[in-house]
């Protein structure tokens, strides 16, 4: 059985950091891409980053580019997502998703698993 856990979500002040996590089991971890995705309150779900399955190639939204940084230790089958200089714009759910990085960021319908989200709040 497919699972993904986030973990690492919490309150955190404009200019703030947090280090989002992902636990993955029941899959070929080491030779499948993965993306983080989020979803704002009231708004619709948003790929945030994806990354290789060897995590040689990172790719990401824009809006995060400089400041938020994926990563992945395929040895302890985990997907992290590193979150600095926090905005209250980027107050999401964020979900841990398994599926081709290249295919992902274009049309969230390839993602293979979804995990159960963490939130992440950016408050003043």
């Known amino acids: 059985e497919v699972q993904l856990v986030e973990s690492g979500g919490g309150l955190v002040q404009p200019g703030g950091s947090l280090r989002l996590s992902c636990a993955a089991s029941g899959f070929d971890f080491s030779n499948t891409g993965m993306n983080w995705v989020r979803q704002a309150p009231g708004k619709g779900l948003e790929w945030v980053s994806g990354?290789?399955?060897?995590?040689?190639?990172?790719r990401y939204v824009d809006s995060v580019k400089g400041r938020f940084t994926i990563s992945r230790d395929n040895a302890k089958n985990s997907l992290y997502l590193q979150m600095n200089s926090l905005k209250p714009e980027d107050t999401a759910v964020y979900y841990c998703?398994?599926?081709?990085?290249?295919?992902?960021?274009?049309?969230?319908?390839?993602?293979?698993?979804w995990g159960q989200g963490t939130q992440v709040t950016v408050f003043s």
């Open positions: 998703a398994a599926g081709p990085y290249q295919l992902v960021s274009i049309q969230l319908g390839h993602v293979d698993s």
């Open positions: 990354t290789s399955g060897d995590g040689s190639i990172t």
